[in-house]
């Protein structure tokens, strides 16, 4: 029996079809392709080329779960930037699935950890569970283009989603640099505070890094002819984080310092929500930028700043944290929530 997953954002929609496996509890992926959001007027194009013409040859799927990155209410959803409303109710009716569910596209990941092998993730820290903790509860956070936050009560066969706006809590600056650059950032976006998710982002670490120009220092740095080029094309920014870190990686001493700081308030954000959560299930990062710094999230300064909770300290010992390398791990779990919805319909 198929099921389909979609992983749907304002840039672009993932869909799959997958089966289930007699012996694997995972979901088996059929086939997959990528379509560009803008070049559609609406999701229901995407989804009757994809279900009509590219996988005219494969079994129709029974069950269907959309990942969306949008404000969700009552199984429909609004992709703000692209003016699509999607209605789960109508896609079930028009596309002949017998169940259909919308569902944020960061909490729907939550779904994914029972089903994950061992090349999807690796344990920076195994941890050490306690007598009398909940080891069903898990938590986890991930930074993109934004910063997501989910938990999950995960037991058995059952999933229990609890979908959270962590990410938007207030920006706790630890340092004198960080205070500045708080101070700066509220300046530049004309704003009254400064939320986790304006710093730990890759649109954040574009931020920190046009603070850490803006000074006397930096004006001759190789960068400047870029950030100049962002003015005039907004766009040009998704490109920057990517030069930051490759500069950081060739010893550039200023990207050096702009990654460290992103890096330390990951850490320092991902401590807080083990110590607000005490998901001794495991503590998990996600997100775009996972897989690409892995090694620093294994590294001493990350670790360090993970640790730093003054008295609590010591609990952070017991938590497992763990990062997801599949690139694709929104489908996946997508998939995975679609093949528990073949049960309950």
């Not at 009509?52 to 799927?61: A, G, M």
């Amino acid at each position: 029996m198929n099921f389909l997953a979609c992983d749907l954002g304002g840039t672009k929609v993932l869909l799959g079809i997958f089966k289930k496996e007699t012996n694997d509890d995972s979901p088996k992926l059929i086939f997959k392709k990528k379509y560009i959001s803008s070049n559609w007027d609406s999701f229901d194009l995407i989804l009757e080329d994809f279900l009509k013409n590219e996988c005219k040859n494969i079994t129709h799927p029974s069950s269907a779960c959309f990942a969306v990155a949008g404000p969700l209410s009552n199984n429909k959803a609004e992709i703000i930037n692209l003016s699509w409303n999607i209605s789960g109710n109508s896609l079930k009716n028009n596309f002949n699935f017998k169940s259909c569910e919308l569902i944020n596209d960061f909490a729907v990941q939550i779904y994914g950890i029972p089903y994950l092998k061992k090349n999807q993730y690796s344990t920076i820290q195994d941890g050490s569970h306690f007598e009398g903790s909940n080891n069903d509860l898990h938590a986890i956070v991930g930074a993109g283009t934004g910063l997501g936050l989910a938990r999950g009560i995960i037991s058995g066969g059952k999933v229990k989603v609890l979908a959270s706006e962590g990410g938007h809590v207030e920006y706790s600056p630890k340092s004198k640099s960080e205070w500045e650059l708080k101070i700066w950032l509220k300046n530049y976006l004309k704003v009254e505070r400064i939320s986790c998710e304006r710093i730990i982002s890759g649109t954040g670490l574009s931020r920190i890094a046009e603070w850490r120009l803006s000074k006397p220092d930096a004006q001759n740095h190789p960068l400047q002819k870029y950030l100049k080029e962002i003015k005039i094309f907004d766009a040009a920014r998704k490109e920057l984080p990517e030069k930051i870190c490759n500069l950081s990686k060739e010893g550039d001493q200023l990207m050096i310092e702009v990654e460290r700081i992103w890096l330390g308030a990951y850490a320092s954000l991902l401590g807080d929500v083990a110590l607000q959560e005490l998901c001794f299930g495991g503590l998990w990062i996600s997100g775009g930028t996972a897989p690409k710094h892995f090694k620093n999230f294994k590294s001493d300064l990350f670790m360090k700043q993970f640790f730093d909770k003054g008295r609590l300290k010591d609990i952070l010992k017991t938590i497992p944290l763990k990062v997801i390398l599949d690139e694709e791990f929104g489908l996946f779990s997508a998939a995975c929530r679609a093949k528990m919805l073949l049960n309950t319909k």
